[in-house]
């Protein structure tokens, strides 16, 4: 094993931040900094970092990032014309679900059996403000136009906004996989969330070193041809969707209207079902890194059959506030280097 140490000094902001790149049969990153309060942060990223120094796949697989978080696809009716979507505090993102907009599409994954119904992805109900509870809806892919152009976004939606009751996906894997066909059956049940597997083993749980200063979210587009391989490596998915995916991705003059989210995650997208989203993030928002979770820096692809690197993607874990001064926690996207460009931070002090 190889170990090679940079070391940074930043004399306008004073702080002293390190990184090693261990090199052995698999190579990975550590990042650590230390800063006002003595924490590791995203912006410990040495520019001297290149993509053909990690590997598109492994990093951290433990605790707080565990396999097969998956979804949990319920569908419900809308129970007004027009239904905000919402950020992790309950505040409107500028987005709206409309049954017009509610158009299933098949796909590689779950989509509704019937136009008009919101896809909610029930794991948790979020305190809103006013006592209220909030389930988080999950858009794109599986409604007309994909994530490349669908216009149904993400966010939590109120649940005095939605049906007492829908329909809820319940899994079957002795089913045949066919692309037009998903793997398990629709059932009548009521408007409540439930754990998976990943959830229960720590996905989204609280850490023991939870920093005290906050970073703030800088919302940022991840270039195109960085994707990431999926758990098969048999198929590439954009990064962009953890970037600054209203502005990049979606219908197009959605993108126009310059609304910036980005995305906490259940589990990084290096474990098996991982990148599957908590809740949207707005621009200037705070988030609260855990010191204890190692980071995970993964090489991008521009495809999966070259897996030609064009650069490389950065995740922490930590978490967000909520409407009742709570937290939720999960992976967020800290910072990019696309080919030689200087890094971009999603995160910064």
Known sequence: ????????????????????????????????????????QSRAVP?????????????YKGPFNNDDQSHADFC????????????????????????????????????????????????????????????????GWGFVGQDSGSAVHYGHILASDIDTSGLKFQRIDSVSGLPSVPRG???????LPWAGKGQAAGNGSACDGLSVSAMTVRVRSIPADMNYLSSRQTSSIP????????????????RTRHIKYTLLEWSWINVRGGGVARALVKEG??????TDVPSIVLASVSDAQSKHHT???????????????????????????????????????
Not at 27 to 36: P, R
Request: proline share 8%.
């Open 47 to 59: 520019d001297s970092i290149l993509s053909s120094q990690v590997a598109p796949i492994g990093g």
């Open 185 to 191: 059956k629709w059932i009548e049940a009521r408007t």
């Open 285 to 290: 928002e705070k988030f609260f890194p855990c």
């Open 1 to 40: 094993m190889r170990i090679k140490k940079f070391r940074m000094e930043s004399s306008s902001r004073g702080e002293f931040l390190r990184a090693a790149v261990v090199a052995g049969p698999a190579l990975s990153i550590l990042l650590s900094g230390c800063g006002g309060a003595n924490m590791r």
């Open 311 to 349: 650069g490389w993607v950065s995740a922490i874990y930590g978490a967000i506030p909520t409407a009742d001064n709570g937290r939720l926690y999960g992976w967020m996207v800290s910072a990019h280097r696309h080919g030689g460009d200087p890094v971009i931070f999603h995160l910064t002090n």
């Open 239 to 254: 990064y962009a969707i953890y970037g600054d995916p209203s502005e990049d991705l979606g219908a197009r003059e959605d």
């Open 76 to 139: 419900v009716r809308l129970m007004k014309p027009v239904v905000p979507l919402r950020f992790a505090d309950g505040t409107p993102s500028g987005f709206n679900l409309t049954a017009d907009i509610l158009q299933p599409q098949p796909a590689g994954g779950v989509w509704c059996p019937a136009p008009g119904l919101a896809r909610l992805d029930a794991r948790e109900l979020v305190p809103a403000r006013n006592g209220e509870r909030m389930l988080f809806h999950r858009g």
